[in-house]
């Protein structure tokens, strides 16, 4: 059963030194987020720069590729990080994924070319992105945690959806930066050089969140207890929530594919492509925010279900705008859409997974859930969208794999009786259980 111990008194006071912290954690998790997520934003110049350049389409289908092999990583990171911050503590283990990240970032951002190298070029492509991802899986766990434990009563899924949120800053600075670098730079020049620009800048910020993460405060919850494993009386509960991962995950990846989507199947420039991070990541960073204040006040059930459920339904209405009117106020209107309304899911729901389980084993659990649920759905969703274009010849076919993954979503949060409120420790009031064993 989770514990149900009352939060300690440290945690509650110092709110000044608590803010930093959570701003250590966050910021820190935007910048790992940051380093992950860029890389979908360049896959065209990726593409064209690691791959044979005889066929284009091919080249930006094995980025693509590519890009889904950081996830095959990250439930490996997941373990091992996750069960590191629930025997060491939290911080340990977040000051170890920001620093492998960081060695990745820098040597992706140095890697030779095809050009140079030949095929050597490809496969230590792949080396960064599987070590980019093994740093990751191990993030998601313990942040969440972390701000879990130590949020004040009646502010846990707030808190928590800080975690989201950074998500959204990151891809917004990805955005920015992107956008910058079309405006400024020629089509040659970004392809030559450009794409490596935005790596770098990450490069610069990492010494900055390591030492922010360095100093955070340790939640006093976690410790050298026994790590606690996924009992089977969890497993309907995990395997719900795994399920309901499939929606924001995918509408999360479908967004991120957008900018590749606007160039390659609607002719739109790449400055205007790659202002579109700008727009998802400011919205999932309010809207995500407001996701967790809405859940404290009204609870989960109502919060996850509806945004749940208008993320699914405005799948086709933004895709057939786009494809019938395509450009740039539709496609950043579209953007804007469906990342505000998927984010008021996000943030809540990887707070819901991470209080269904006891404390001494909720990173690893909550990283293992989310690492194994993003690995299956996020990693293939970019690879997914453009092969149905190809296959299908209709570029209308990323909204209905959208529909489809988040009507399962919603009906495997139908299956969990979901508490609606949070009590001491992060744990729930009233058992997070599945309706169907």
Same mark, same amino acid.
């Given at each position: ?118 095929? !050597? +070029? @490809? #496969?230590? =492509?792949?080396?960064? &992105?599987?070590? %980019?991802?093994?740093?990751?899986? *191990?993030? /998601? ?63 610069? !910020? +990492? @010494? #900055?969140? =390591?030492?922010?993460? &360095?100093?955070? %405060?340790?939640?006093?919850?976690? *410790?050298? /207890? ?212």
């Amino acid at each position: 059963m989770p514990d149900t111990a009352p939060l300690p008194p440290s945690l509650s006071s110092e709110p000044r030194r608590s803010r930093r912290a959570v701003l250590a954690a966050v910021a820190g998790n935007a910048l790992e987020f940051y380093d992950f997520v860029v890389y979908a934003f360049l896959a065209v110049y990726i593409g064209r720069a690691f791959f044979p350049p005889s066929a284009p389409l091919a080249g930006v289908l094995a980025a693509l590729a590519v890009f889904g092999a950081g996830f095959v990583a990250r439930p490996v990171g997941a373990w091992v990080l996750g069960r590191y911050a629930d025997r060491a503590g939290r911080r340990p283990a977040l000051l170890l994924s920001m620093l492998l990240i960081t060695l990745a970032t820098v040597a992706m951002a140095l890697l030779p070319t095809y050009e140079q190298s030949g095929a !050597l +070029a @490809p #496969l230590l =492509l792949v080396i960064c &992105r599987l070590v %980019q991802g093994f740093a990751y899986g *191990g993030e /998601a766990g313990p942040t969440t945690a972390w701000l879990l434990e130590i949020a004040p009563p009646g502010r846990r899924m707030l808190y928590s959806a800080c975690f989201f949120a950074g998500q959204g800053a990151a891809v917004a600075l990805a955005g920015l930066v992107g956008s910058l670098l079309a405006t400024l730079l020629s089509a040659q020049d970004m392809q030559a050089w450009g794409w490596r620009v935005p790596f770098l800048l990450a490069a610069l !910020l +990492a @010494p #900055l969140m =390591l030492m922010l993460r &360095r100093h955070m %405060q340790e939640s006093p919850l976690a *410790g050298p /207890a026994a790590v606690a494993e996924v009992s089977a009386r969890r497993g309907p509960v995990t395997l719900w929530l795994t399920v309901a991962l499939l929606g924001g995950t995918v509408a999360n990846y479908v967004c991120t594919y957008l900018p590749t989507y606007a160039v390659t199947a609607l002719g739109l420039p790449a400055r205007v492509a790659l202002a579109t991070p700008l727009v998802m990541g400011l919205s999932t960073l309010l809207f995500g925010l407001m996701g967790g204040w809405l859940a404290d006040l009204f609870g989960h059930r109502r919060v996850l279900l509806l945004s749940r459920l208008g993320t699914t339904l405005a799948a086709l209405p933004v895709f057939a705008g786009l494809i019938w009117w395509p450009s740039a106020a539709m496609l950043w209107g579209g953007a804007l859409v469906l990342s505000a309304l998927n984010a008021l899911n996000g943030g809540v729901l990887i707070g819901t997974i991470a209080q269904a389980f006891p404390r001494h084993g909720r990173a690893v659990a909550t990283a293992l859930i989310y690492a194994m649920g993003v690995a299956v759905f996020g990693g293939s969703t970019q690879f997914i969208a453009a092969g149905l274009i190809a296959w299908t010849g209709s570029p209308m076919a990323p909204a209905w794999y959208l529909l489809v993954t988040g009507g399962l979503a919603l009906f495997a949060l139908l299956q969990l009786r979901l508490p609606e409120r949070v009590g001491a420790a992060g744990e729930p009031v009233g058992a997070l259980v599945a309706r169907v064993s």
